[in-house]
């Protein structure tokens, strides 16, 4: 009996020590060795700290190994809680004058950001997460001012480069290749958010709006939409930056035109009419554009390139598909039609009693 129970003793005494070593090494894998050792292992993310995880991307920037699918799941859980910070913060009636620890958060999420673009400038994926971080803080005083005074290390020429570079180098492949429709989504995921970026960093602002054209962003953005004409995300997006950029903006306009920008977004709304939102913004950029101004770009030139570029038909068609959606297509596109000198019939609208300038 008892020589039973010994036995039965040893077992137990061999499996708690079994159990203790298991959870010792499970221990280690959340220990900032033990994630060095075992990073190829899966980790649970979200019981770090944003500093953590800070932490841990800052020592994949520093080193001399590019891991890549776990600087992809730190910047992933850095925007989880990032985005949720800015959430609660927007949801909370009581607004401080100056948040230190707030400012200090921004301003590093943007030094991890542009620490990461320039660790891993060519990998698609970990630039769109980085440009995903920087998304959430780049409308930020803190981050627009050191954008502006320290544009050699954060200036937004570098982002504008990744999203050049990458639209580059899905140009040069082949178009045997099997994988290609992947690398395009990839790629245009990219785009997506660096017109998010650019948007973001323009909103509201005329002097960041004037330093994204000066350093060609207009032109990156077309490009992009031009190589992507019937990917919606991308034209969505791409013509929401347009319009945020050149919104009451005549130098903005001016260089727009001179782009060929008009044409270019006919041809996009051409492609995008199934997608309200991309119809929405680009009418709304024309008639931005093509409205009386007298310090604007040419009125008389502009709306004959519009002509030419077959505004009149592509703005009806939008009116027709989203007449009871969106009131605004309908009385933009209205406008636009009669300031180009449409010669048809106008459709006649319960909202043709409002008037705009």
């Known amino acids: 009996m008892f020589g039973n129970n010994a036995s039965s003793s040893g077992m137990i005494i061999a499996t708690v020590i079994i159990a203790l070593v298991i959870m010792r090494i499970i221990g280690s894998l959340f220990t900032r060795d033990g994630w060095k050792q075992n990073k190829g292992r899966h980790e649970n993310l979200n019981f770090l700290s944003t500093k953590e995880l800070e932490e841990r991307l800052r020592q994949i920037i520093s080193g ?3 891991d890549d699918e776990q ?19 927007k949801e909370v009636k009581i607004v401080k004058e100056l948040d230190i620890d707030k400012v200090r958060e921004n301003l590093s999420c943007q030094d991890i950001s542009y620490a990461v ?3 891993f400038p060519h990998n698609d994926i970990i ?16 981050v627009k001012e050191r954008t502006i005074n320290e544009s050699e290390t954060y200036g937004i020429d570098v982002p504008l480069r990744i999203m050049r570079e990458s639209l580059h180098r899905i140009k040069q492949v082949n178009g045997d290749d099997g994988l290609i429709e992947e690398r395009e989504r990839i790629v245009a995921e990219l785009q997506r958010k660096g017109a998010l970026l650019l948007g973001a960093y323009g909103d509201g602002d005329k002097d960041m709006a004037t330093i994204v054209v000066d350093e060609d962003g207009i032109d990156c953005l077309l490009e992009a939409a031009s190589f992507f004409r019937k990917h919606q995300g991308v034209c969505k997006w791409v013509l929401w930056a347009l319009f945020i950029l050149c919104y009451d903006h005549i130098e903005n306009q001016q260089h727009f035109v001179r782009l060929d920008g008009i044409q270019k977004v006919c041809c996009l709304l051409g492609t995008t009419e199934n997608s309200i939102d991309s119809q929405r913004h680009g009418i709304a950029l024309l008639f931005d554009s093509l409205r009386e101004n007298p310090l604007g770009p040419n009125k008389i030139t502009a709306r004959m390139i519009a002509v030419s570029a077959g505004i009149h038909g592509i703005v009806g068609k939008s009116m027709s598909l989203y007449a009871k959606e969106s009131p605004e297509i309908l009385l933009m596109g209205k406008q636009i039609l009669v300031g180009t000198g449409y010669r048809g019939e106008i459709p006649q609208f319960a909202i043709d009693s409002v008037v705009c300038r």
Do not use: D, H, P, Y
Not at 81 to 86: F, N, S, Y
Not at 127 to 142: K, P, R
């Open 64 to 66: 001399t190994s590019n």
């Open 71 to 89: 600087c992809i799941s730190l910047l992933r859980a850095l925007i989880r809680q990032t985005a949720e910070k800015v959430k609660v913060s």
């Open 117 to 119: 673009l320039g660790k």
């Open 127 to 142: 630039c769109t997460e980085a440009f995903s971080l920087l998304i959430l803080v780049a409308g930020t005083n803190e």
